[in-house]
């Protein structure tokens, strides 16, 4: 595995990296499949967060043992200082480790200074060996670049695929002005890119970017890995596909983030049933037209329009529009292929 120096931490990581949320949907013993299968591969850079259920735990059963020979980072939702070392203390237990080497703050809608109550408990905890870089997340460009110029976050991560617009793709100039480490989120767009070999080398030809790839399965790992062993070269022909993706997905389009689901009193589904009209055209339509895919969607009438998705939208997109148009383009696909 080649790997890079992740901005001033100095931290030499894989540059195929595992984006750990996905395994939350699997087994202990597939889970411990996929993570040792990823560490014998040479995989060393570990993305999980306290808010990812079960993951935390599956990585330190799977990986404790060779604990010194890989990097973890990990994230706190926390927003008062109590909060931070009550998380960091349960993260460092279901790790089975003493110390993390990237702590996060997972996607705050602040920012954060250096008097601020999370930043000191950072440094604390930091001075008390618990942690080794202070880090920060988001899905805001502009309170991104702000983070990464305040020179307090030795990392940002931040959602960048083949379908990020140039604007969210020139951090990476900043980070590597400021000596930030750049890891990349979402680099498969939460599912709607299906074929990752554009996305790996439109990543690796800037340098400075760690894509952390979510898997949870084992044709999945061996994907990346086969693409690490020959890494693809961005020549004219990836270059067109990308611009052929961005026209057709170009625009407000639901990266599946899931910060406006838990707000919903409707409880719809919106990270899927807002990306319905993608999905039946970029991936196997049998997927989505099951029973119980149906019985998710119909679930879209009973939006209330209260705006509360679209408050929570890191995106600034108009969901409840985007909902509607997706039911109705559904309804329509199951006319046309006679689906009852």
């Not at 202990?28 to 990823?38: M, S």
Request: hydrophobic fraction near 40%; charge should be neutral.
């Amino acid at each position: 595995m080649e790997k890079m120096r992740l901005g001033r931490t100095g931290l030499m990581v894989t540059r195929t990296s595992f984006g750990v949320l996905p395994i939350q949907r699997v087994d202990f013993a597939t889970a411990e499949a996929l993570l040792r299968k990823a560490y014998d591969a040479g995989i060393n850079f570990y993305d999980t967060a306290r808010a990812y259920t079960d993951s935390e735990e599956k990585i330190g059963r799977a990986l404790s043992a060779v604990r010194k020979s890989i990097i973890i980072a990990s994230k706190t939702q926390a927003k008062t200082a109590a909060k931070l070392e009550e998380d960091l203390e349960t993260s460092l237990r279901y790790l089975q480790t003493d110390y993390i080497d990237i702590y996060q703050f997972h996607n705050p809608q602040f920012i954060i200074d250096e008097g601020h109550e999370l930043y000191q408990a950072a440094l604390k905890a930091q001075k008390a060996g618990k942690i080794r870089y202070i880090s920060v997340t988001n899905h805001g460009l502009a309170r991104a670049k702000e983070m990464v110029s305040s020179g307090l976050f030795d990392t940002m991560q931040f959602p960048l695929s083949a379908l990020s617009s140039d604007d969210d793709l020139s951090l990476a100039e900043l980070c590597r002005q400021h000596d930030v480490g750049l890891i990349a989120m979402k680099a498969m767009a939460g599912g709607l890119i299906t074929d990752p070999t554009a996305t790996f080398a439109l990543l690796r030809s800037y340098g400075n970017i760690v894509p952390i790839w979510g898997i949870q399965k084992m044709e999945e790992l061996e994907q990346f890995i086969a693409l690490e062993q020959k890494p693809p070269v961005l020549d004219d022909e990836l270059r067109s596909s990308i611009e052929k993706d961005r026209r057709e997905i170009s625009g407000s389009f639901c990266r599946a983030c899931g910060y406006c689901m838990p707000t919903c009193p409707a409880r719809i589904n919106i990270a899927q049933a807002a990306r319905m009209k993608l999905m039946l055209n970029r991936s196997n339509p049998a997927l989505f037209t099951t029973s119980e895919q149906r019985a998710m969607m119909e679930k879209v009438k009973d939006c209330i329009d209260c705006g509360l998705c679209k408050t929570h939208c890191p995106y600034k997109l108009d969901t409840p529009a985007l909902l509607r148009a997706d039911y109705e383009y559904y309804q329509n696909y199951l006319k046309e292929h006679n689906i009852v």
